[in-house]
């Protein structure tokens, strides 16, 4: 597509459960980037995807957040039993270089209720 | 410990004023800075960037200047304008390989 595309735009869901976030990188970008802003904070790294290189996770804040690339393309991001202080908006970007080029999606806003 | 500081929350300047918004760094690794302007609902957008071998870059109103020494990175905006009401976030880059940093932004209002 042209640019990154997430989804879903919002999600409220309870706290417990289990969420999934997804990104549609732009085509051809082989790099891939997670990020969060909690309110009043800036953008928190996440994860970064590289290629078909081990994935940077040095972010993730705790066990409970996964993510993957699958064919080197669309990635998820996985919050199992999500808390109240995981409401965010989550971002993703992609990118052709590192670290150059960044194209952001316009995030999944989650709500933990 | 934040790496890349953004220590002003907020700036209100007035529309034709100079916009300055100012970024502090603690990695004397980073060779590469950038801005980003963010929206409200919408991704960060990149707006410039910097070279650690390079002390200004300029872009139509965006002008970054760097000071390696000091560890400071500040983005003018001249002349200012009310579609230039966002948030602005300053990011840097170490090694290859690595994702950006960023700071917490600063929210810049622009009144006419």
């Known amino acids: 597509g042209a640019g990154v595309s997430q989804s879903p735009s919002n999600k409220v869901t309870e706290k417990g459960k289990d969420v999934e976030l997804r990104c549609d990188p732009i085509s051809g970008h082989t790099a891939l980037y997670w990020y969060r802003q909690s309110l009043g904070q800036g953008l928190e790294f996440l994860i970064y995807?590289?290629?078909?290189?081990?994935?940077?996770k040095s972010g993730l804040p705790s066990d409970r957040f996964s993510a993957e690339r699958t064919g080197g393309s669309v990635s998820t991001l996985t919050i199992q039993r999500t808390q109240q202080e995981d409401s965010a908006v989550y971002l993703c970007?992609?990118?052709?270089?590192?670290?150059?080029?960044?194209?952001f999606g316009s995030g999944t806003r989650l709500t933990v209720v | 410990d934040q790496q890349v500081k953004q220590n002003s929350p907020s700036l209100s300047v007035q529309e034709g004023r100079i916009s300055i918004l100012n970024c502090d760094y603690t990695?004397?690794?980073?060779?590469?800075f950038l801005w980003y302007k963010k929206y409200p609902a919408e991704g960060p957008t990149f707006l410039i960037s910097?070279?650690?071998?390079?002390d200004k870059n300029e872009d139509g109103r965006f002008t970054v200047f760097l000071n390696k020494s000091a560890k400071h990175l500040s983005l003018h905006i001249v002349p200012s304008q009310p579609g230039d009401s966002a948030v602005y976030f300053c990011a840097a880059s170490g090694q290859a390989g690595t994702a950006l940093i960023f700071g917490k932004g600063t929210t810049l209002s622009v009144s006419s």
């Open positions: 910097i070279s650690s071998i390079k």
């Open positions: 970007a992609s990118s052709l270089t590192t670290p150059y080029g960044y194209t």
């Open positions: 995807f590289q290629g078909n290189s081990a994935p940077d």
């Open positions: 990695n004397s690794m980073f060779d590469y």
